[in-house]
Each structure stands twice: as structure tokens, then as C-alpha cells.
């Protein structure tokens, strides 16, 4: 492509892993300020943000009914009827209107609670777009991207049946330790030209380790040259 | 006599009833006469008016179509008189009769009887040792009365093998001649005949009528046998009858299955009912390992001959997954119980093994009665058989009291990504284990002993097995799928779909072959392919060949390659048998060489020499040649029917071997291999990059840089099997669509035939030039 070498490295970030910022903190930053409606309408969208805690604890609320005695329960949850609450229309749970006061607060979007909660996208499927035959099954209403596989009701396996080859005896259930010590080599049988061709092997070898241990400049200085040779 | 109505429509088949010496010459009168309408007498079936005359009753005309009882079918069956021949029964058939009484599903006909005539499909459930293969086809046959109907009743059958021997085992409880009123048909063979009713078959092979026949017009009952195995043309067939049944209500389908899961089968047909027999099987008492084993085949071997050491009398089935594996045991269990029978004065035993590619007459060994005690009160003998999963289904053998199981078999798996199909030893499955211990309560209760722990059996190994349709090339299948009228292969409802890319796959491999256009149409090339019984780029190599003039040639290297390795290469003669293929070795490859052999084969043959003794002293299979010979004789038939000619390149001109590699190229151009770089011994397969070798096998021995391959074969290598040279400059010339240079991706293969193209240009125009 026409892109210089490099370009699209811009895909991945330089910034260190340390720094950078927690997913969805984006959000914070450009935060549209919404204005609420006028009226009485208890419209759930356009309340703009909401704070973090409520849900939290209305989890340990939940935690707590279920672990402690009955009359525990109303010590704990402050606000008042549920009804009067705003619930969020993702992952319903109330949010607050308190949330205005508190800025820095985290917002109710970026809590895990709503992020697990949202629609997760697909990435699409990687099948090459030019092939005859993803023509030919798109034609038919076969969508790559859907995750569906052939058949009736498109209910098909998706992948092609994988098996890794076997080329030992072992038996069904066996996992070998992985820091298994590693078989004896077998001996082999040498014959006069393979021990002529290791032992200059074992030569070069010998030499190498001489010149990094004593081929250092100083030590010729200091030494003269035909010490090390 | 029953009503005239009913002679008129069975007209052909009523006519069979009679048999003589000249029952074809018969047939064949009778059969252009049935066309015509036919008022009150026929002059050809005189004798049967004569019979009614004289209030001659056939032991049938009691019977009333969909409305037999038990009780009626089996009067026509202790008559005298044969009902299908009208021919004295013989002494042999009452005794066979005595024995099918006794069998499992005879005491359910009744059942079976009423829920046929109530229901279009039914499931039956019947372990192996039932008897439903053999009887269930026969009860039918006594409801249908195909005789009076004209229609056929089809069983089919997984394997070639099974088709012929149950046929001629029904043909023998009917009383009838094999090919007569009872025949089979299967790739490459056919013994049916005008009187057929009853035909067993390859599920393979009744898919290939169907694609004449797309509603299965010629039968009135379809039985497809052993579904549970799964099939590839099973899995097809059941989807297919499933829109056939809605079309003909007249058609009536019974799906039979050997094992437990047969609700996937009744959900699948709209909640067919279901009728379970039980087999004759008894208790299996099932023994697992406490820890996982280091190597199943010494664990294997060793379980073997404890069990001959202390288990009472009784013979061992012993699962291993291919050859190699199950020669290398039989060896040691010999050995060991040689040992054993010295030191420690046990029984004999004869180890036999059992695998597919073993000649028959070796298969045949299983059935042999266990050894006699070495000496008067000695301990008993016993016989061992070491097979692959053959002997999981198809096989019964019985005796058997003690299965060892180390859980593995060999499958096949087709990888779309790589283009690779290949046979891997895989973990069996949890029902396929349950199978195989079947196999111990055959005669008596029995034990299995599991190489495995039960927790492995319980958390390793998979439910079912896949299915076939899951793990192969779907090439073939696709063509037939087109050519059977299944315009949408995306909604098209099969059991088990198979994955996506395997379709795209087999799509683009038609479409390159142009058997598909780009909008997957069947072409006429397509079409043409699909009347071949052989794999698509096959089919093609041999359509196109009179192009390159060489199709006598074509047809026979087809023929060959469709059959198993001609060579033969024991163990024992080795070297002998390789110099003697060096005689017929062609140095620009294997497939030349096979036309050598094969044309050596038919001259000794002509030149009236005895061909068994002469393919004996040549280390050839006369069974495997003798059968190439056949299968050419077929597909020759099917070229003439297609006016392709038959034509060869003079042998004395200098192109006939040239010719020949060309041609193999039209159909094989997705199988080239380049080699990886002058002096290495490993190539690449174009397009899809696999490192391969080529395989010991071959008479190649100087390496070229091109070679068209016919299989791939994975085992510790990855290998490329029977493989000839060719020049680059073809590729470009006969594939050109494939070999667009512009859609290789960077590498030394497109950097190569970029050269190539640019060498071709070159010398075309300094052609062009010298012309002017």
C-alpha cells in the first residue's frame, strides 16, 4: 500500500503499560454536560450520569439479605422506596442523581457492573471476502459474521473439526510432567571421519572460549600480543 | 389368483414369479411388452392365467398390501412352494427358516408390521446379533409385495463388502438365486436383474440413482442400515429422504440403527416413532486401569497374555488402530506366549490379525475354530485378534469373551485450510468404547478391559464420534448435492452440518475444476464429472483427456488409482519386490509407471500366460489389477455413453509419456508440489505451503522441481504419494485461472512462475517474430 513502513504502528500504543488509562476513562474526560428535561418526566436516558456506589451497594445489599437476619436489611439501604429510583436501562441498576455533585466520582457507565452488561460486539470474521465459495454461501444468506454455522437452522458446527496428529504411545489420560528429564541420547557410532570432523569442532570450540576469556585489549597490552596466541 | 388390476400394473413382475432356464429372454419380452396398455390376456404370461384356471393359489394372494399380519407372511413362508419363484422350497431353506424363527427380532414382526403400516417413517433400534439387516428387508418384502407394486425395496449398506455378503445371505433364506429376485449393487459391480425386489446396496450407490432419479421412483421402500455409523452418503440420504418423504407419501423409509441415540434419528424425522429390539447380548463387565498407561501397545500386549494366563477359556478381540500397529503386537504376543507355553505350560494360541487392507483370503483366518489343548487335559486353546475398528461394526465374530480396548483408532479428518485429508490415530469416542465392549457378550457373559482410567473414560473422550460428513473433502459431495437438485447447500438439512469453510472449500475446488461456475451452477463439464463414480478432479482428468490424446491411457491411470497399490511389497521379499518394480518404473514418474505395470499385466495376459502365477512372480496384486480391469471396463462403458472419445497418442511418438503427464495436470493442478530449493529433498504444495516429501514409495529418484501428486499422506512425515514430473510452463497452459500469477502470495513458488510466464512471453515472441 501506499503507507510508509510504519504507519500503521499507529494502531498499537507507546504509551507504558503503567500509564495508561483504565478502560472506558474516556468517558470522563468528555463528558457531554446533558441538561435534564424540563417536566416531571422520570425519562431514563436523559439522565446524564450517575454515581458508582449506589449499585454497589445495592449489590451488598442483595449479599447482605441473603447472609444476615431480615431486620439488618433497612439499616443498610438508605435511599428511600425503589420506586423513586432511576433505574439504568442497561444493566439495571438504580443510578443517582447525586452523581452531579461528585465529579470525580466515578460514573455510572464506566462501573463494571454496566460495562459487563453491554452488548458485546464481534470482531468480524477474518474468511477472505474474495473467495468463490463465502460468495456463493453469502448468496444463500449465510452471513460470515454472525457466528452461525450451515444447515436448517443455521445450526452447524462453525469450525472445521481439529485434531492434533499423535506420534507416541502414550495412553488416554496421561499428562507427562512437563519438566520431564530429557531422553538419553543414543550412542552413536562414529567412524573415522565423524571423530576427525568432532574434534575440530571441539578445536574451534576451545579456541573461542580462549579468545573471549583472554582476547581482551587490555590484557594483550598488558600481556603482548603472543601471550594469548 | 388376485384381481386383473393387479396384473396389469405388476405386469413385469408377476412374470418373474416364473423361473426357467430362459427367465432373461423372458423378462426381456415381457418388459417392452408391460409398457403397452394390456386389456385381458397376455400371451406371454399364459402359463399364470392357466394356474388361475385351475384355482392355483400362490401362497401370497391371501396377502393384502400395508395390511399383512404376521400370521399370513409366515403361512407363505412354511409353504411348499416358493412364493418368489413358484418353485419347490429346497431342504436347506426350512432349516435356515428354524433359525430365523429363533432370532430377537422375529418375536417383535408384529409390533414392527403395525407401526409400519401406520407411520411413512420409522427408527429401529437393534443391537448387532438381532438379526435386522437379514430379517427386516424380508418382513418388508412380505408387506410390500413388490411384485404386484413394480416398485423395489432398498436396503443399503455402509461398506461394499457387507452388501454382497448379506445379499447372498438373504438370497439364501429366500430360497432364490443371487441376482435374481434378490441382487446387490455397489460402485463398479452390479448383480441386479429384471426380477429383482429386493436390492442391497451402497449408500454411496444409491445416491448416485438418485441423481437420474430424483424421487426415488423405483422404490417403494427405502431401509437404510447401520445410520449410526454415519456415513457420509447416509447423512446425505437421510437428508434428502426427508424432502422426499413429503413429496411421496406412497414412499415409506426405516431407518435402523445399532445403537442407543437413535432419538437424534426421531427428532430429525419429524418424531418418527421408534421400535427398539434387543440383541442377544449378555452381560459385559467392564475393568478400567487405575493409572494412565505409558504405551498402550506393550499395555495392550501385556493385557493380552495375562488374560491367557489367567482367565477361563474363551477368545480375546484386541483393538489397535492400523498395521504396523497390529502386525508389530501379533509379533510379541507370539513371542511371549511361545515363553509362556514352555515355562509355564499354557494353553496354545493363535494370534490372527484383522485389517482392511489384508487379503481375504488372510480376513477370512478370524472365523477359524480356536486351537485344540496341546496335549489330552491340557489348558485350553484360545485365539487372539489383534484388528482395527473393523471389527467394531461390521464384523461379528463370534467366540469372542474378552476385549481390550486402549481407545484409539484411526479417523480421518480433512483440514479445509491446508487441503489436507488424512488418516490420524484420535481418541475413540465414549459410545464407539461402548461398542467395542459389546463385542464380549456375543456368546456368553464377557469382560473389557479399558487401557484407561475411568475418569479418562468419563472426561477425555467425546460423546459420539463425528460424523463423516464433518471430516472429509466435500468435493464429491457438493457435486452430487448439485447434481441431486439441492440448489441451497446453506439451508440444506443435514443432521450434522459441516463446518463452513469446509464448503467454501469444496466450492472453490469445483469452481476451479469448472464444474461450478462462479455463481455455482453446475456446468455441463460438471454435470458430465457427476456421472462418474469417481472424485471430481478424477472425472475431469478423464473428460478432458482426449484433448491431450491420450484417453485409453487416462483410463486406465484412472482405473488404477482407483483401486488399492497394485505393488506388492512383503516383508519378507523386500528387495526382490523392488526390482521387480524397477523393471516397470518410468523415470518421469509413478503413474507411468502403474501404465507400465498395467500394460505388461494385459500383455502377459493376451500373450496366454497364466496372469495369476505371472503377477505372483512380479510381486503384483492380481486381485487388485484384475479388479482395475473391471473398474475400466466400467468407466469406458460410461465415456461411450458419453460420446468422449477413445484415442492414443501413437506409442512411437515422441510425446506419448508427454501426453500423458499433461493430461494428468487438466484434473490434478491443485496437487503440484515445487521443490524447495536445489538440493533439498522437500517440497511445497502450491497455495496451501505444506512441506512435503516424497514418498519412499516412488521409482522417482532424480529429483525434479515440479511434480503433480495423487494423495497426501500424514503420518510421522508429511508425505506426497504417487507422483510424477512435470514442466511449469504446463500449469500456466492448462490452469491458467489457478496459476494467475497475481493471486500467489510472495514466495519462491510465485517468484518461479513468474519467471516461467516471462520465459513463455519471451519465447513467444522471438516465435512471433521469426514467423514474420
Redo the contacts between chains.
Keep these: 500500500m501506499a503507507t510508509p513502513p510504519g504507519a500503521d504502528d499507529d494502531d498499537y500504543n507507546e504509551v507504558p503499560l503503567q500509564h495508561k488509562r483504565p478502560f472506558g476513562s474516556g468517558l470522563h474526560r468528555k463528558a457531554i454536560a446533558f441538561v435534564p428535561a424540563t417536566g416531571d418526566t422520570k425519562s431514563l436516558t436523559a439522565v446524564p450520569a450517575a454515581e458508582a456506589k449506589r449499585p454497589q451497594q445495592s449489590v451488598s445489599d442483595l449479599y447482605r439479605s441473603m447472609v444476615l437476619p431480615h431486620d439488618n436489611i433497612k439499616t443498610h439501604s438508605s435511599l428511600g422506596a425503589p420506586d423513586e429510583r432511576i433505574m439504568c436501562e442497561i444493566c439495571k441498576l438504580p443510578l443517582d442523581s447525586l452523581a452531579a455533585e461528585h465529579p470525580t466520582a466515578r460514573r455510572h457507565e464506566t462501573s463494571l457492573a454496566h460495562q459487563l452488561c453491554l452488548p458485546h460486539s464481534h470482531p468480524p470474521s477474518a474468511?477472505d471476502r474474495s473467495?468463490?465459495?463465502?460468495?456463493?454461501?453469502s448468496?444463500?444468506?449465510?452471513d460470515?459474521d454472525a457466528r452461525k454455522?450451515?444447515?436448517?437452522a443455521?445450526?452447524?458446527?462453525?469450525?472445521?473439526?481439529?485434531?492434533k496428529?499423535?506420534?507416541d504411545?502414550?495412553?488416554?489420560?496421561?499428562?507427562l510432567p512437563k519438566n520431564l528429564p530429557a531422553p538419553k541420547p543414543k550412542a552413536k557410532l562414529l567412524d573415522a571421519g565423524k571423530v576427525r570432523k568432532l574434534v575440530k569442532e571441539e578445536k574451534r570450540k576451545a579456541e573461542r572460549i580462549r579468545q573471549q576469556l583472554y582476547g581482551g585489549k587490555d590484557l594483550e597490552k598488558y600481556l603482548g600480543l603472543g601471550a594469548v596466541r | 389368483m388376485s384381481d386383473s388390476p393387479d396384473h396389469t400394473k405388476g405386469v413385469k413382475r408377476s412374470s418373474s414369479m416364473e423361473d426357467d432356464g430362459n427367465g432373461t429372454k423372458d423378462s426381456k419380452r415381457v418388459k417392452t411388452n408391460g409398457k403397452a396398455k394390456m386389456d385381458n390376456y397376455n400371451p406371454y404370461l399364459a402359463h399364470q392365467y392357466e394356474d388361475s384356471q385351475n384355482d392355483f393359489q400362490s401362497p401370497l394372494d391371501a396377502l393384502e398390501r400395508h395390511k399383512t399380519t404376521v400370521k399370513q407372511a409366515s403361512k407363505a413362508e412354511d409353504s411348499d412352494l416358493n412364493p418368489w419363484t413358484n418353485q419347490p422350497h429346497s431342504q436347506q431353506y426350512f432349516k435356515i427358516l428354524q433359525t430365523r424363527r429363533d432370532l430377537p427380532v422375529q418375536k417383535q414382526r408384529q409390533e414392527f408390521l403395525d407401526m409400519y403400516h401406520s407411520s411413512q417413517i420409522l427408527v429401529f433400534v437393534g443391537e448387532t446379533g438381532s438379526g435386522k439387516t437379514t430379517q427386516i428387508p424380508q418382513y418388508v418384502l412380505y408387506d410390500e409385495l413388490p411384485h404386484k407394486t413394480g416398485k423395489l425395496i432398498a436396503c443399503t449398506q455402509p461398506r461394499r463388502v457387507a452388501a454382497m455378503s448379506v445379499a447372498q445371505r438373504v438370497a439364501n433364506e429366500l430360497d432364490v438365486e443371487l441376482g435374481e429376485e434378490v441382487g446387490y449393487s455397489i460402485r463398479f459391480e452390479n448383480k441386479t436383474g429384471p426380477k429383482t425386489l429386493l436390492k442391497y446396496m451402497t449408500d454411496g450407490q444409491l445416491l448416485r440413482e438418485a441423481m437420474h432419479d430424483h424421487e426415488m421412483s423405483r422404490y417403494s421402500c427405502i431401509i437404510l442400515d447401520e445410520a449410526h455409523e454415519r456415513t457420509l452418503a447416509t447423512d446425505i440420504l437421510m437428508a434428502l429422504l426427508k424432502q422426499i418423504a413429503d413429496r411421496r407419501k406412497d414412499l415409506k423409509i426405516i431407518v435402523m440403527s445399532a445403537t442407543l441415540d437413535a432419538q437424534k434419528f426421531q427428532t430429525y424425522f419429524f418424531g418418527a416413532p421408534l421400535l427398539a429390539v434387543p440383541g442377544r447380548t449378555h452381560p459385559v463387565e467392564i475393568f478400567y486401569t487405575p493409572e494412565p498407561e505409558r504405551d498402550y501397545v506393550e499395555a495392550s500386549v501385556r493385557t493380552v497374555l495375562q488374560i491367557h494366563a489367567t482367565e477361563p477359556e474363551g477368545d480375546i478381540l484386541l483393538f489397535l488402530t492400523g498395521e504396523e500397529e497390529i502386525e508389530d503386537a501379533c509379533r510379541r504376543i507370539n513371542l511371549e506366549v511361545d515363553d509362556m507355553i514352555r515355562e509355564s505350560d499354557a494353553g496354545p494360541m493363535k494370534v490372527y490379525p484383522l485389517y482392511g487392507t489384508l487379503p481375504p483370503a488372510q480376513q477370512q483366518r478370524i472365523f477359524d475354530k480356536a486351537p485344540e489343548p496341546l496335549r489330552k487335559g491340557g489348558r485350553p486353546g484360545r485365539k487372539c485378534i489383534v484388528a482395527t475398528n473393523i471389527a467394531e461394526t461390521s464384523l461379528t465374530i463370534d467366540g469372542i469373551v474378552y476385549v481390550v480396548d486402549p481407545g484409539f483408532s484411526k479417523q480421518k479428518i480433512y483440514n479445509p485450510r491446508s487441503r489436507v485429508e488424512s488418516l490420524l490415530v484420535s481418541p475413540i469416542s465414549k459410545a464407539s468404547a461402548q461398542q467395542r465392549a459389546g463385542r464380549a457378550g456375543r456368546t456368553r457373559p464377557g469382560k473389557c478391559f479399558r487401557l484407561y482410567t475411568e475418569k479418562a473414560f468419563k472426561k477425555e473422550l467425546i460423546e459420539q464420534t463425528y460424523p463423516e460428513i464433518l471430516r472429509s473433502n466435500l468435493a464429491n459431495t457438493v457435486l452430487e448435492l448439485k447434481k441431486l437438485g439441492v440448489e441451497d447447500l446453506v439451508h440444506f438439512d443435514l443432521m450434522d452440518p459441516p463446518a463452513p469453510e469446509t464448503m467454501m472449500r469444496a466450492l472453490e475446488e469445483l469452481n476451479y475444476l469448472a464444474c461450478l461456475d462462479d455463481d455455482g451452477e453446475l456446468t455441463r463439464l460438471g454435470s458430465l464429472a457427476s456421472e462418474f463414480p469417481l472424485d471430481p478432479a478424477l472425472a475431469v482428468m478423464l473428460i478432458s483427456s482426449p484433448e491431450f490424446y491420450c484417453s485409453n491411457e487416462m483410463l486406465s491411470i484412472t482405473s488404477l488409482l482407483s483401486v488399492p497399490q497394485i505393488f506388492v511389497r512383503p516383508n519378507n521379499a523386500r528387495k526382490r519386490a523392488d526390482e521387480m518394480k524397477q523393471q516397470f518404473a518410468h523415470p518421469d514418474g509413478d503413474h507411468l509407471t502403474l501404465l507400465n505395470a498395467y500394460h505388461a499385466f494385459k500383455g502377459a495376459e493376451q500373450s496366454g500366460q497364466d496372469a495369476k502365477q505371472w503377477c505372483h512372480e512380479h510381486f503384483l496384486s492380481f486381485r487388485h489389477l484384475s479388479s482395475a480391469d473391471n473398474v475400466r471396463a466400467q468407466l469406458r462403458r460410461i465415456m461411450e455413453t458419453h460420446d468422449i472419445e477413445l484415442v492414443s497418442t501413437p506409442f512411437q511418438d515422441k510425446n506419448y509419456y508427454t501426453n500423458i503427464r499433461r493430461a494428468l495436470l487438466a484434473g490434478f493442478f491443485m496437487q503440484v508440489a515445487m521443490r524447495e530449493s536445489s538440493n533439498s529433498k522437500v517440497y511445497k504444495t502450491v497455495k496451501d505451503d505444506q512441506l512435503v516429501m516424497i514418498h519412499p514409495s516412488t521409482v522417482v529418484s532424480s529429483p525434479y522441481d515440479w511434480v503433480v501428486y495423487n494423495e497426501f499422506v500424514l503420518t510421522t512425515k508429511q508425505y506426497v504419494r504417487t507422483v510424477t514430473n512435470i514442466r511449469p510452463e504446463w500449469l500456466l497452459e492448462i490452469a491458467p485461472v489457478y496459476y494467475d500469477v497475481d493471486t500467489f502470495e510472495k514466495g519462491e513458488i510465485k517468484s518461479a512462475l513468474t519467471r516461467v510466464t516471462e520465459k513463455v512471453k519471451r519465447r513467444q515472441t522471438l516465435k512471433g517474430n521469426s514467423g514474420r
Design positions: 474468511i473467495r468463490m465459495g463465502l460468495s456463493y454461501l448468496a444463500h444468506g449465510w460470515p454455522g450451515l444447515g436448517a443455521q445450526q452447524g458446527i462453525q469450525f472445521p473439526v481439529k485434531t496428529p499423535k506420534d504411545k502414550l495412553g488416554i489420560g496421561l499428562q
